[in-house]
Nanobody
Framework: QVQLVESGGNSVQPGGSLNLTCVAS????????MGWYRQAPGGQRELVAR???????NYLDSVKGRFAISRDNLKNTVYLQMNSLKPEDTAVYYC?????????WGQGTQVTVSS
């Protein structure tokens, strides 16, 4: 059974930073492209960042230069470093494979950016 467990979300002020963590069990992340997705209140879930097995990264235009996705294959973990946070980054953040698998969604972690 695959489990993706996200953590690290919090409430921060604009300009702040957070580092999200996604620990996987039941799958070996080394063979998957991995992504971070987010869903804002009333919005659709969107892909924020992804990283290939070879280390190629892609980002949503609105987070380029502020967010960085990384992975530690030995720990079977994916990270999302988020800097210069803005109120529009407020959302529940999830990790999943890319392309996503509907049966892999975890509970997500809440990020709130507000003054």
């Amino acid at each position: 059974q695959v489990q993706l467990v996200e953590s690290g979300g919090n409430s921060v002020q604009p300009g702040g930073s957070l580092n999200l963590t996604c620990v996987a069990s039941g799958i070996m992340l080394t063979i998957y492209q991995m992504g971070w997705y987010r869903q804002a209140p009333g919005g659709q879930r969107e892909l924020v960042a992804r990283r290939s097995t070879g280390g190629v990264t892609n980002y949503l235009d609105s987070v380029k230069g502020r967010f960085a996705i990384s992975r530690d294959n030995l720990k079977n973990t994916v990270y999302l470093q988020m800097n210069s946070l803005k109120p529009e980054d407020t959302a529940v953040y999830y990790c999943n494979t890319f392309p996503k698998r509907d049966d892999y969604w975890g509970q997500g972690t809440q990020v709130t950016v507000s003054s």
